[in-house]
């Protein structure tokens, strides 16, 4: 049971963080992953901070998620990601200041982009309706507040496994775009000298077209890597019915 | 495509003239690359060659035109890579991009490496042919020096006969003029858009003339200057990324020219054609549906795909 349990993480994880990343599958939060990146450093911030406030946003949700009505869910959730991200901005001025001067006001942006994550995410299940104690037979009873309230256990773990791993997967976008603009752009990598590189120095990429192309042509090795693995799923699929046909 | 580079020909002649036989090298690497990066993304993408229309060998030698002499040799081919995969094939091959790709490669060279692009060598200065050129007398353009208030270095004649410091193929204003003759003679470029782009700098300059020495100086310099004949003869009437209606065109050219005087007047680069017309390429089709409705009225262009 445990292992078929930390199979289902796994794979929520993984879902989360590579077939439906949100910066480079749906395109999601591109713009501080655009802006910013000129540094490792900075993309290394704007990963830690985002993965932060997701956690903190994912839970509110699986929390409060059913208690609101239908019409407050946007701006309450809204207005909690901004109240989170003041903490973590707070704390990354007070830890990083440097840093956090060079983001600039792309750190506090990551609460809109961080409220874009939650709200394409599909709304958490109901939990189990707790039966009238008459209907049931005197045994059951017992199990109905038990299931309910593994059920709510369950929401909040998945809503966790959803926060790590949408935060896991802007953190890979995060860090290799800035990576691949520090190291090519100014020939230094988390402000340390590449010997190789040092010559190269391609100023465009530090520019926002270079951005632009950098996402661009990442977005497009993501697809292609998606593609040939469905294709080669399907090729699979289709080798094995024809050799239980034949 | 072909009288076009028929017209080249001329000032690619001139070019060698003045800087050696480093144009023409930088020029065949130019047309090299862009043919070879043309007909590698064809072949791997597995899509029918397009390289027997010309288009990557225009855009070759524009990329090449728009280039100092001093640039190194490498220069031409990452802007071929740009021009011809990024800005011409990625948005879906002749007839589709939506930008000149050569001017978006020479604004890309421009942008990622200032310095080589504003360096100008002073004409009938040896230069080596494959060699990056380290020392070499540089020259002040007349644009530095209308922008910074002061008469330029050379005079009316050099700046038509093109023995000035200048881009390859910019240089010289009669055989520019020439070319540009023997095209609007042969039908393949049409009068609207350089007489308006031309003409709304002429105006602007004669306006808010730059030149100490008077407005005419100012005119004729602001016109001979810089890269803007070579951009609004050759690159601006490109057929795919300018309008089609007359009065489109003539919209586009003074689009393109207050843009132009308004860059080289305010702009941070003293060269302000290149980023206009790029500018002003994605209002191609807006500017030819509003032609259309002032001609005919209440008729809508619309965009048919073949």
């Known amino acids: 049971m445990w292992r078929n349990r930390a199979a289902r993480c796994g794979r929520t994880l993984w879902r989360e963080c590579a077939s439906r990343n949100p910066v480079l599958v749906r395109a999601l939060a591109v713009s501080p992953v655009l802006a910013v990146t000129v540094s490792l450093k900075n993309g290394v911030l704007i990963s830690i901070v985002m993965l932060l406030e997701l956690v903190i946003l994912f839970l509110l949700r699986a929390l409060f998620y059913r208690r609101l009505p239908e ?3 946007g701006p309450v959730f809204f207005a909690a990601a901004g109240a989170a991200i003041t903490p973590l901005w707070m704390a990354a001025r007070y830890f990083v200041p440097d840093v956090t001067a060079a983001v600039g006001f792309y750190l506090p942006l990551l609460a809109a982009c961080a409220f874009a994550f939650v709200a394409t995410v ?23 507040p038990a299931v309910r309230k593994a059920a709510g256990v369950r929401r909040i773990v998945h809503a966790l496994l959803e926060a790590a791993g949408s935060g896991l997967g802007f953190a890979f976008a995060a860090v ?8 090519i752009g100014s020939g230094t990598l988390y402000d340390r000298v590449l010997p190789g590189l040092e010559k190269l120095k391609f100023a465009f990429l530090l520019l926002p077209p270079g951005a632009f192309l950098l996402l661009g042509f990442l977005l497009a090795a993501v697809q292609a890597v998606h593609l040939r693995r469905k294709r080669r799923t399907r090729a699979g699929e289709e080798e094995e019915t024809s050799g239980n046909d034949g | 495509m072909g009288d076009l580079l028929i017209t080249m020909v001329p000032i690619l ?72 995969v990024i800005v011409k094939q990625l948005f879906g091959g002749l007839g589709r991009n939506i930008f000149n790709p050569a001017l978006a490669a020479v604004v890309f060279l421009t942008v990622s490496w200032p310095g080589v692009m504003s360096s100008f060598p002073l004409p009938f200065n040896p230069l080596p042919a494959f060699a990056t050129p380290v020392h070499f ?98 690159v601006a009437t490109d057929p795919v990324t300018s309008p ?39 209002f191609v089709l807006a500017m030819d549906r509003l032609a259309w409705k002032l001609k005919v009225k209440g008729g809508t262009l619309q965009y048919v795909e073949e």
């Open chain 2, 13 to 84: 002649l001139l070019s060698c003239y003045y800087y050696g036989a480093r144009a023409f090298v930088l020029t065949a690497v130019s047309v090299v690359s862009c043919v070879g990066f043309e007909a590698l993304y064809r072949k791997m993408l597995r899509l029918p060659r397009s390289v027997g229309d010309l288009s990557a060998m225009a855009t070759g030698v524009i990329l090449a035109f728009n280039l100092p002499a001093t640039a190194p040799v490498w220069f031409p081919v990452v802007g071929a890579f740009f021009a011809v």
């Open chain 2, 137 to 234: 007398e540089t020259g002040r353009t007349a644009l530095s020096a209308l922008r910074a208030g002061s008469m330029p270095d050379n005079t009316l004649l050099e700046m038509f006969l093109g023995s000035r410091p200048g881009y390859l193929g910019a240089c010289a204003v009669i055989v520019m003029l020439a070319a540009a003759l023997y095209l609007l003679y042969r039908r393949i470029i049409s009068w609207a858009i350089p007489a308006a782009f031309v003409g709304t700098v002429a105006a602007a300059a004669a306006i808010f003339p730059r030149c100490p020495s008077g407005r005419l100086d100012s005119v004729l310099f602001e016109v001979m200057s810089g890269s803007l004949l070579f951009i609004a003869l050759f």
């Open chain 2, 244 to 282: 089609v209606t007359t009065v489109g065109r003539l919209l586009y050219g003074f689009c393109c020219g207050l843009l132009t005087v308004l860059l080289r007047y305010f702009g941070i680069y003293p060269e302000g054609a290149c980023f206009a017309v790029l500018l002003m390429n994605p």
């Open chain 1, 176 to 183: 290799a775009v800035s990576g691949i603009r520090e190291a």
């Open chain 1, 122 to 144: 599909p709304a958490p299940a109901p939990l189990p309706v707790q039966s009238s104690p008459e209907a049931e037979e005197p045994g059951a009873q017992a199990t109905a």
């Open chain 1, 71 to 73: 019409v407050l869910r």
